[in-house]
């Protein structure tokens, strides 16, 4: 019945900015060996955070329930040991020292766009001046060109007359629509992971990115909440873990080519330091306050019980993208997300949008 619900949830038409295709759970593409003499030097890492990290895993060993590693599951496969790599150490040793000195992550963030930058400042007004955003855009060729091509797609330009002209395609999408899609075309670049071993990862944080998004602007709405800082929220929320994967790319480069990332401790780890990242990353972004807020509380959401009202959206919302994932790749079961349900306490309106037919759009 569990399994009906879902696909009821999920059931609408999924936006051409969603590749479809990919959902499946693909095996990793095997890793080709480079040269010992070819790898580059890893960076040194002094015994203290040595002894820190030593800490840090005994104490996760004690404490790990196992369920945070689900979605790491998802995204890079089922091959969970208790032995904790070299290469797993030095990833937790590097993004330790992210947090320690967060300047130091300043080269790995890309740049916002000034259209992106802009449209966050507005996002803290009451009221969106589109034709003032719109002369914005304008002067950003690739965002430009990114909207004229949503224009042309079937959801907003059924009749199949070509849209050209930037302020056409302004009038077509209208102010959510033009706001909507600059944030995914940034967020969709940012989540492009090269790297052939990690190809489908970037993939998986992008679906449940924009799966997030929308839940958490339907979630928002059903409780007169800011609909639009909602979508921004959802779709930023799992910015940190792209950084973690940066770091990953990095620690194979250096790493023998058998290394393999399998430890339970080590999915637990990486996800609460990711969380802890996305709050660096938003605010170094200079993201409005309810968006770094709502971000924290669900870095926070297994210690604390109170939460801003955005804060309480994402947190519901990121709980049923992931589930529905996991469960999408056969990782766990319906009797599982039940109890995970029942552990949560779901409010009442969000048990009734899992069971709705079908979300406004």
């Given at each position: ?322 589930w529905r994932l996991v469960l999408e790749a056969g990782l766990s079961s319906e009797q599982a997300f039940e109890r995970a349900i029942m552990r949560m306490q779901l409010a009442d309106d969000v048990r009734s949008y899992i069971a709705a037919p079908e979300q406004p759009a």
């Open positions: 019945m569990l399994g009906k619900l879902l696909d009821k949830l999920f059931g609408r038409a999924v936006p051409q900015h969603a590749p479809v295709a990919d959902r499946r759970v693909a095996s990793p593409a095997p890793v080709i060996p480079v040269p010992v003499a070819e790898r580059e030097k890893a960076p040194g890492h002094d015994e203290a955070a040595r002894d820190a990290l030593k800490a840090e895993i005994k104490y996760s060993e004690m404490t790990g329930s196992g369920a945070e590693q689900l979605f790491y599951d998802y995204l890079l496969g089922v091959q969970n040991t208790d032995r904790i790599s070299e290469l797993e150490h030095e990833i937790l040793l590097s993004t330790n020292a992210l947090l320690d000195k967060p300047e130091s992550m300043l080269d790995r963030l890309p740049k916002l766009p000034h259209s992106v930058s802009k449209l966050l400042a507005m996002l803290d007004t009451d009221d969106f001046d589109l034709p003032a955003f719109c002369a914005v855009v304008a002067k950003d060729p690739a965002i430009a060109a990114q909207l004229i091509s949503v224009a042309n797609s079937a959801q907003y330009n059924p009749g199949g007359d070509e849209i050209t002209d930037i302020k056409r395609a302004f009038s077509l999408l209208g102010s959510q629509g033009v706001k909507q899609h600059v944030l995914l075309g940034f967020v969709k670049n940012v989540s492009n992971i090269s790297h052939v071993y990690f190809k489908t990862f970037g993939e998986k944080i992008w679906i449940h990115s924009d799966e997030t998004a929308h839940v958490c602007r339907d979630l928002a709405r059903l409780r007169g909440l800011d609909a639009d800082a909602a979508f921004l929220i959802g779709l930023v929320h799992d910015i940190g873990k792209i950084v973690i994967f940066k770091l990953i790319v990095d620690a194979f480069r250096r790493s023998n080519p058998d290394e393999k990332l399998g430890s339970s401790v080590v999915k637990q780890l990486l996800h609460q330091k990711s969380m802890q990242l996305s709050v660096l990353v938003a605010t170094h972004w200079r993201m409005p306050d309810v968006v770094i807020a709502a971000i924290r509380d669900l870095a926070r959401s297994e210690r604390h019980s109170t939460f801003s009202p955005l804060g309480e959206v994402l947190i519901n919302a990121n709980f049923i993208s992931e």
